[in-house]
């Protein structure tokens, strides 16, 4: 096994068991939906803004240990970004755990690298990219419910 995939096995175990910005929100600007109905997961995700900037966001709800983590190092990764530098991240992740790690940036994407491995398991590209859906759908103040379904 690489370094790299025994970082994402302990990444998505500590963020999968202690999730960061897990709560809700009271006073936030935008939140959103998240919904996949065939495996169960489901989040909220709340943004704050000030300005164009995301002040603070977090989410709730429950999933499985990839979905939980991903939306864990999401929050992280776009606190304090503008709205534009957020969907520039969810592009980047998106083709990262979509199309694998040679479609991104590893320097651009920091920590959230680490999610690569889940482009290894097909089936387990919904559950990392459900939150981040949901992120899009809330900087767009879209109040669709995101499926990845």
Known sequence: MSELDDLYQEVILDHG???????????????????NPL??????????????????????GSGCA??????????????????GEAERIF????????E????????????LAVLSGVSAFPTRVKCASLAWHALKNALHADAQV????
């Open 17 to 35: 068991r202690r999730p960061r910005n897990f709560h809700a929100l009271p006073g936030a600007d935008r939140v959103a939906e998240g919904l």
């Open 39 to 60: 495996c169960g997961d489901h989040y909220k995700v709340f943004l704050r803004l000030e300005g164009d900037r995301i002040a603070e966001v977090a989410f709730e």
């Open 66 to 83: 990839i979905s939980k983590a991903s939306a864990s190092l999401m929050t992280g990764a776009v606190k304090g970004k503008t709205v």
């Open 91 to 98: 592009t980047a992740v998106h083709a990262l755990i979509t």
């Open 100 to 111: 694998g790690p040679d479609r991104a940036d590893p320097a651009e994407l920091g920590k």
């Open 146 to 149: 995101a499926s990845t379904e």
